[in-house]
């Protein structure tokens, strides 16, 4: 909807005039109105009308005073004279002034109609260039960034950067010096996992760390900076004389001004110096090898590859007699059993110290036999974590940024799996009573009947299923299936048979004797006298 601003003393004539067109038909708004030039101008401020209805003849500011003046506040407004004539002349000086066109009073609907239409249509002309033009710059804006951060990507990679290469000439175009510095890379990644999320918000953040991380860098060295493959953030940094001294002062600024600021957390690591702009792919190697710290000491830390000593055993961590201990506890299905194995587990590993490498080798060997516990329950681990991890577990494994994340992750995973598994065996369990009682009453007429035909009709193992109903129903196949006889030979006797043999027959028993024992046994009562009762 275009907003619609009426100037016009005459009261009366206003309201005529928001009722003599179809205005949302249109495509406009009456969003307000004035009795003269001095309240529509503070009026211009507040509703910011597309369109404005101005009469040329009114007190304390007349029409073409208020066009001159709203005009210098804003240009995008399109005016729309309303006309005696007697102000005629009037008119044409407001067309001089910029006007769209006027209507002479009285008021012609199909003209005024026939103007506003004209005005429509301009306006979405306008708007339209005025996208496209902002696209355009949009996308050269876009375009020389993108190109700025696939060269600083090359040269961190070391891809063929020369002295009289392409990518050098490219890197001097965007104004990042070359010649006579000493160079060091830094890394910074944010903490939180959510980063790999692109939606508006992330990117957001993404362009203020890297402004304040720029900022705070460009006050000491000069700098450049780009996100790498994996959206970190990246520094080239440069000193003339080799000194670095505040580098890592401002680097812990850095980290406390996103934390104050942003409300986030970063881990930051430190690649060595080197002379020559051609080895900065080597600092940036170190940086990426000192953030990995982060993994074993936690993040929103600041590493230094030069500090990094070489530690941490170097055997496996998960044993074959730790394999078997979680599997067993997994089959069970003791929960208890399983958190103190884990608990245990992450503990010795932590207090021994163990690399990075070996950790995330553990935990892909403990997802490995999650699996494997998973696949014996013929169960898939897409349909258990599917709204809980990324598709390639192993891999989403091996991007864990600290110690207590795998741990986390892989004690969730751990327990989600067994839940799912144990809780599908009961649901399974449910299921295969309500088929076997489903078969028993539609076949307990056949004395021929036996537990190994009704163990197939359920494609379960005979001893399995005689302890799956038992453990469900408190009593044996056989004792079902003698009380579902005898509750139908009872109906037959009610409904007036009397010849117990043929009864007997009906409901699964030749021989008529051992068919009055059963009955007796569980009426109280033998079969002769309970007819004999009910006659």
């Known amino acids: 909807m275009y907003k619609v601003l009426i100037v016009d003393d005459e009261y009366y004539f206003r309201q005529a005039l928001k009722i003599s067109l179809p205005w949302s038909e249109m495509g406009f708004q009456i969003a307000g109105e004035a009795k003269h030039g001095v309240e529509a101008l503070e009026l211009m401020t507040e509703i910011e009308p597309d369109v404005v209805l101005v009469d040329m003849n009114m007190p304390i500011m007349d029409g073409l005073e208020f066009i001159h003046k709203a005009k210098e506040r804003d240009r995008k407004s399109k005016f729309l004279v309303l006309s005696g004539h007697s102000e005629f002349v009037y008119a044409r000086q407001a067309v001089q002034l910029g006007v769209m066109n006027y209507v002479l009073k009285p008021i012609n609907e199909e003209e005024l109609r026939s103007s506003l239409l004209d005005i429509k249509e301009l306006i979405a002309t306008e708007r339209l260039g005025e996208l496209e033009l902002d696209d355009l710059r949009k996308q050269a804006s876009e375009g020389l960034s993108v190109l700025k951060e696939q060269v600083l990507n090359s040269w961190l990679q070391g891809n063929g950067i020369s002295r009289s290469g392409y990518e050098r000439d490219r890197l001097n175009d965007f104004g990042i010096k070359l010649e006579g510095l000493h160079y060091r890379a830094i890394v910074v990644d944010l903490d939180s996992s959510d980063e790999r999320n692109l939606d508006e918000d992330m990117l957001i953040r993404k362009a203020k760390v890297q402004d304040i991380a720029q900022n705070n860098m460009q006050s000491a060295f000069q700098c450049a900076s780009c996100h790498d493959h994996e959206a970190r953030l990246v520094l080239i940094i440069g000193s003339p004389d080799g000194n670095f001294n505040k580098l890592e002062t401002i680097c812990e600024r850095i980290r406390l001004n996103l934390e104050s600021d942003l409300g986030c957390t970063v881990t930051i690591g430190l690649g060595n110096a080197y002379e020559s702009f051609e080895s900065i792919s080597a600092s940036y190697k170190e940086a990426l090898i000192a953030l990995k710290q982060r993994f074993i000491w936690g993040g929103n830390k600041v590493f230094t590859h030069s500090l990094i000593a070489e530690n941490g055993i170097k055997v496996g961590l998960f044993s074959v007699e730790k394999r078997s201990g979680l599997l067993m506890s997994m089959r069970i299905g003791n929960i208890s059993e399983t958190e103190e194995w884990l608990s245990r587990f992450f503990h010795d590993t932590c207090v021994q110290k163990a690399s990075m490498e070996m950790l995330l080798l553990a935990g892909i060997e403990i997802v490995s036999t999650c699996l494997e516990f998973l696949a014996e329950a013929s169960q898939s681990s897409e349909d258990v974590f599917r709204n809980m991890t990324q598709p390639d577990l192993i891999q989403h494994v091996q991007r864990m940024k600290t110690f207590n994340e795998l741990e986390d992750w892989i004690r969730a995973f751990i327990l989600k799996a067994m839940n799912y598994v144990h809780s599908r065996k009961t649901n399974r369990a449910v299921k295969v009573i309500e088929e076997v009682k489903s078969y028993i009453s539609k076949y307990y007429g056949n004395e021929e009947l036996r537990i190994e035909d009704i163990a197939k009709s359920v494609h379960m ?50 021989d008529a004797n051992y068919f009055s024992k059963c009955f007796k046994k569980q009426m109280g009562i033998t079969p002769s006298k309970y007819v004999n009762k009910i006659s």
Do not use: M, P, S, W
Request: charged share 25%; aromatic share 14%.
């Open 461 to 510: 193992n005979y001893n399995h299923l005689c302890f799956v109903f038992k453990k469900e129903t408190t009593f044996t196949i056989n004792d079902y299936l003698t009380e579902i006889r005898i509750i139908k030979a009872k109906e037959l006797f009610d409904q007036g048979e009397k010849v117990i043999q043929n009864v007997a027959n009906q409901v699964g028993y030749a």
